[in-house]
């Protein structure tokens, strides 16, 4: 197994604390009110904290589809949060895991940046797919920004 490592850094109008909470301690509420295609977010495995792993159903392409999301380390005193994709439709079928560290800070005008570290566990020795890579930002990226609208507006 060959681990690749990447790196990611944005900024978002909201400020660390109240993203964090959204993303981190609310998000089993919050995230399928603020995106349409996620159905359900249900524990099962765990009691919350690390070492628990959520089934997160969404539908893409009108189909109804999952993801397997094994908590790894909350820090809440420095907003750090991280987690792996252990299985289903967001795991590639050349990884073994995805995990993801997340690390919120202060940003200009009073919002965040969010740092994320990416490590790709493949199967093999092969690098991952750069498609895939750049779906996975892309769908990462667009979550982030439906939750900070969903924020914006019912602070």
Avoid: Q, W
Wanted: negative net charge.
């Amino acid at each position: 197994m060959a681990v690749f490592s990447f790196e990611d850094e944005t900024t978002y109008p909201v400020a660390p604390a109240t993203l964090y909470k959204a993303l981190v301690k609310d998000a089993d509420n919050i995230v399928p009110k603020a995106v349409d295609s996620f159905k359900s977010v249900e524990i099962v495995e765990g009691n919350g904290g690390p070492g628990t792993i959520k089934k997160i159903s969404f539908l893409e392409d009108g189909e109804t589809k999952f993801v397997l999301h094994k908590i790894e380390a909350i820090d809440e005193a420095n907003l750090g949060y991280s987690y792996s994709i252990v299985g289903g439709a967001a795991l590639p079928d050349t990884a073994e895991k995805i995990a993801i560290d997340t690390k919120l800070s202060d940003g200009p005008n009073g919002g965040s940046v969010v740092k994320l570290s990416i490590k790709y566990h493949s199967k093999g020795d092969a690098p991952p797919n750069e498609d895939e890579l750049k779906a996975g930002k892309a769908k990462s990226n667009a979550l982030f920004k439906v939750i900070e609208a969903y924020l914006l507006a019912n602070p």
